[in-house]
């Protein structure tokens, strides 16, 4: 499974364009690749899914270059409840269902 | 309403106990996982069923064992072989086809003493 690497931590303001960067250089043929938020002392929550150019939801956008060694999970106009952890996860059928989140990045959101 | 339960919310254990997390889904999902989170850290998988009566192990399985008797419930029992089981445990199950969304419980934060 492709293994995933994400910043530790990002900081921004109220109102301001937020996104975070996603390196999965192993990335298979079959991976698709997952977004999850998650708050203090709550489950994971999923975002967004892609395979390959733009995804577009009314939470996020989600961006893949031609090569898909690389994500970016783009959130608009960020408020202070966007504060929380983004994790990248890299998903396939082909690994029986086994599903490993990284580090995660702990987003910031301030006044 | 869908989705996954987890109970206790929270639980307490003196070291040396065997202790059993309940998971229960009625989204009607083959596949179910368990992870473990300790503070300030990620998730990490312990084990995974892709369908009943079959499981395996993630990452850190060791002091651990899990059954799946039934399609809708996942429990896991932390055994006295754990050496460090204070953790929060998150339950999830996912559905086949084309979506990779996985829908998480609420957790169960175990603590030892």
């Known amino acids: 499974l492709a293994k995933t690497t994400q910043p530790i931590s990002m900081d921004s303001y109220e109102g301001q364009e937020v996104n975070i960067t996603c390196s999965h250089n192993?990335?298979?043929?079959?991976?698709?690749i997952t977004w999850y938020q998650q708050f203090p002392s709550q489950g994971p929550r999923f975002i967004i899914q892609?395979?390959?150019t733009k995804v577009t939801n009314e939470v996020a956008s989600l961006f893949i270059p031609a090569d898909r060694k690389s994500s970016t999970l783009s959130l608009p106009r960020v408020s202070l409840s966007d504060t929380a952890v983004y994790y990248c996860l890299v998903a396939n059928t082909g690994g029986g269902n086994k599903l490993t989140f990284g580090t995660g990045t702990q987003l910031k959101v301030e006044l | 309403d869908g989705g996954i339960t987890q109970s206790p919310k929270y639980l307490f254990r003196k070291e040396g106990q065997n202790v059993t997390l309940s998971c229960e889904q009625n989204?009607?999902?083959?596949?179910m996982y368990w992870y473990r989170q300790d503070p300030g850290q990620g998730l990490r998988l312990i084990y995974y069923s892709q369908i009943v009566n079959d499981f395996q192990k993630g990452d850190i399985a060791e002091g651990y064992s899990v059954s799946r008797e039934k399609k809708e419930s996942f429990p896991l029992t932390v055994t006295s072989a754990q050496k460090n089981p204070t953790a929060f445990y998150l339950c999830a199950s996912r559905g086949t086809g084309g979506s990779y969304e996985q829908y998480f419980g609420p957790g169960t934060r175990l603590t030892v003493t």
């Open positions: 989204l009607n999902h083959d596949a």
């Open positions: 192993n990335i298979a043929t079959n991976d698709y």
């Open positions: 892609g395979y390959k």
